[in-house]
């Protein structure tokens, strides 16, 4: 069964601190795709990235980098010189080939001005 | 390209009741899933449909229904509404050729009294 584990359900940091988001998966398949959404408090999920099980190479955008570990099962999420808009829900989610998106609880990230 | 519009966007209704939720994809887009949001569950999966077809339900009970129409539109309805479906009901819609990344609308708000 596919499961998404976010440990952490809520952070605190000050602005430009960085700050990692971790992720866990569970996942029979050897096909299979990982994501980051974000919700501000507006409500509306945002799309951030997307790895495909077979790209263990890390991304980097801008301020946003992300570190796939098939090895421990993690999605990690770095936000480096965090600003006061990054205050949001942060998302980590799994998906195998039946389309269906499994999200994980969810991880409340406050940047403290 | 406009994105995923959902109607109406906050909605009060009293147990008992029935309701229908509208959901209009990204132009181009033909798979369409409906997640519900709260606060104890997260975000949890209800059904995806593509091509007018339910591909996909998750674990919700029969009350829950949805349909999609020949231009990709779809409604939830949900009948004999109960105290705990109040929630934050959400709506995707994905592309095809390899894209699984899903986007969201901003969601509808149902609050059953």
């Known amino acids: 069964a596919q499961k998404v584990t976010q440990a952490q359900t809520e952070i605190s940091v000050v602005e430009k601190e960085d700050v990692t988001l971790d992720c866990v998966y569970e996942t029979r398949d050897t096909t299979y795709y990982l994501f980051w959404y974000k919700q501000p408090p507006s409500g509306e999920l945002v799309f951030l990235i997307r790895r495909n099980s077979f790209d263990e190479q890390n991304e980097i955008s801008g301020r946003y980098s992300w570190n796939f570990q098939k090895s421990t099962s993690s999605f990690n999420f770095t936000i480096t010189a965090s600003q006061v808009v990054d205050s949001a829900v942060y998302f980590c989610?799994?998906?195998?080939?039946?389309?269906?998106?499994?999200f994980g609880k969810g991880t409340r990230l406050h940047i403290l001005p | 390209k406009a994105g995923v519009t959902q109607t109406p966007r906050y909605l009060i209704k009293t147990r008992g009741q029935q309701v229908t939720l509208s959901c209009s994809p990204i132009?181009?887009?033909?798979?369409v899933s409906w997640y519900q949001q709260t606060p104890g569950q997260g975000l949890q999966f209800l059904f995806e449909y593509f091509s007018e077809t339910q591909r996909n339900k998750g674990n919700f009970p029969g009350r829950f229904s949805g349909r999609q129409f020949s231009n990709s539109r779809s409604e939830m309805n949900v009948s004999t509404l109960e105290l705990g479906d109040s929630a934050l009901y959400l709506c995707a819609s994905r592309g095809t050729s390899g894209y699984y990344e899903q986007y969201f609308g901003p969601g509808t708000r149902l609050t059953v009294t």
């Open positions: 132009s181009g887009h033909r798979s």
């Open positions: 989610a799994l998906s195998e080939a039946s389309d269906k998106i499994i």
